[in-house]
């Protein structure tokens, strides 16, 4: 896909294939507002692209350009080769189908009816029903799992249930492009996992496929391609690395935010920071490994939080993105166990911690000190994104270690890390202030043995404290 507002630049030019989508300066005014503003690209065929943005940005508007419905004061859109807005509405819609951002339908059709309506581009008036529109419906429900439903009426049908119909309908078009807004709007996660892994079996089988998307992470991860919108105008547009920046996110939803990649499935992963990140206060040392812990590290530094890290061996993943942020780093040699420094520079970081945090790491021989050490922080968080019994190679020792963490530590996954660790901090805080406040109380109590009770009990901080 390339855009043409950046195609100096080669790497916005990752698809060899032909173009399935042209858009030559487009320009779109509703009410006498422009919505897009001289947008050009090229979307290569049989690729899965995601149109990201804020609300307002013109997504919405960019699909309705693309299918016809809208037509450009400036500008051409080619699918195909074919200027979708010199067509018949029937014509374009045998090159284009729309997957709608609402659900709802008002008519309580069964579903196979629903279905059968997607072949209305391919039928003339006094046509028939033929062998071709037949098989046509039956594969589309097949590929969309909705067979079973077929004589449900559309309006008892769940949610997700309903967004696989629609996407039925517009298989059964048979068209080279696929158009989907919002297509995860309103959906459990399984139902949004389910409806994009079936977006991309069938860009793997040679669908051209253009969605809005408005969770970055999901696009991130299913999107070959990524086009990030503002104002009306292309701010990027490449594959999601090159897209989803921190400063290209600044700059498009005005939002703070850290881009790391996810420890699980290796895709870009956007974590927003809430607008109070730069007050964050405290210390934090983080266990991981791997690469498990370069996320919190990134994440815990932006909010502005002092960190430590270790023990890792060098080389490691999360070592160097513990040298990036700033961290105290304790490490070993490659393959080597930890040693007598390293241990003493492991506890006298989490002692000094607010808040020990342990990512979701494979656990070793070699990283068993790490857990141990952990057990005795005061604060404790634990990062868990997969079953531990998936990550244990320390067998029962490993397991032992780690009930023992679970046990004392808060449970939480990826997204619950920043909040939990500014609440816990805060509480650590709390309770390591009114230790020095017991600290200065024992040294006026040793200062001042001659004094009598009358005049102990008359101080002004002593009198909070009762």
């Known amino acids: 896909m390339s855009d043409a507002s950046t195609s100096d630049d080669p790497k916005n030019d990752p698809f ?40 307002g940005a013109g997504k919405t508007t960019l699909l309705r350009t693309l299918n016809g419905a809208l037509t450009p004061e400036r500008g051409t859109v080619k699918i195909t080769g074919e200027d979708i807005h010199a067509l018949s509405s029937k014509a374009a819609s045998r090159l284009v189908a729309t997957v709608p951002q609402t659900t709802s339908v008002t008519f309580d059709f069964p579903v196979r009816e629903v279905v059968k309506m997607g072949r209305t581009p391919h039928r003339g008036r006094f046509d ?45 078009q048979k ?34 496929a253009v969605a809005a998307i408005h969770d970055l992470n999901l696009a ?74 370069a996320r919190a590290l990134h994440v815990l ?34 393959y080597a166990p930890v040693d007598d420094a390293a241990q003493a520079a492991l506890e006298s970081n989490i002692e000094a911690a607010d808040v020990t945090v342990v990512a979701d790491v494979e656990v070793g021989e070699g990283n068993l000190a790490n857990l141990e050490a952990a057990t005795a922080a005061e604060y404790l968080v634990l990062v868990e994104e997969r079953p531990f019994s998936e990550r244990n190679y320390a067998g029962d020792a490993g397991r032992a270690v780690y009930e023992r963490l679970r046990d004392r530590g808060h449970v939480v996954s990826s997204s619950e890390l920043l909040s939990t660790v500014g609440e816990l901090a805060c509480e650590s805080f709390r309770e390591r202030s009114g230790e020095m406040k017991d600290d200065t109380d024992t040294s006026d109590v040793e200062g001042d043995a001659d004094e009598t009770d009358s005049g102990f009990d008359d101080s002004p901080y002593h009198s909070n404290q009762s």
């Not at 974590?271 to 498990?292: I, K, N, W």
């Open 16 to 55: 060899d294939a032909d173009p399935a989508i042209e858009l030559d300066d487009v320009s779109v005014s509703l009410g006498g507002q422009q919505i897009l503003d001289a947008i050009s690209a090229e979307i290569g065929d049989g690729t899965f692209v995601g149109l990201i943005g804020p609300n």
């Open 128 to 172: 028939g029903w033929s062998a071709a529109d037949e098989a046509a419906v039956e594969r589309a429900m097949e590929r969309t799992t909705i067979t079973a439903l077929e004589d449900r009426p559309v309006t008892e049908v769940s949610g997700g249930e309903r967004q696989r119909v629609l996407i039925a309908r517009a298989l059964a």
């Open 175 to 208: 068209t080279p492009v696929l158009l989907l807004d919002e297509p995860t709007a309103s959906l459990d996660i399984n139902h949004q996992v389910r409806t994009l892994e079936l977006v991309s079996d069938l860009v793997a089988d040679g669908t051209t």
């Open 220 to 293: 991130a991860h299913y999107c070959d391609a990524l086009v990030l919108l503002s104002g009306g105008r292309i701010l990027s547009a490449g594959d999601p690395e090159m897209v989803l920046t921190e400063s290209n996110l600044q700059t498009a939803f005005d939002a703070e935010a850290v881009v790391s990649r996810h420890p699980v499935t290796g895709s870009v992963y956007v974590t927003a920071l809430p607008q109070s990140s730069d007050d964050a206060s405290g210390r934090v040392h983080v266990v991981g490994g791997g690469g498990t812990g």
């Open 301 to 334: 530094s932006a909010a502005g939080y002092a960190l430590s890290a270790g023990v890792l061996n060098e080389g490691d993943t999360d070592a160097e993105a513990a040298r990036r942020v700033g961290a105290d780093l304790a490490t070993v040699p490659p």
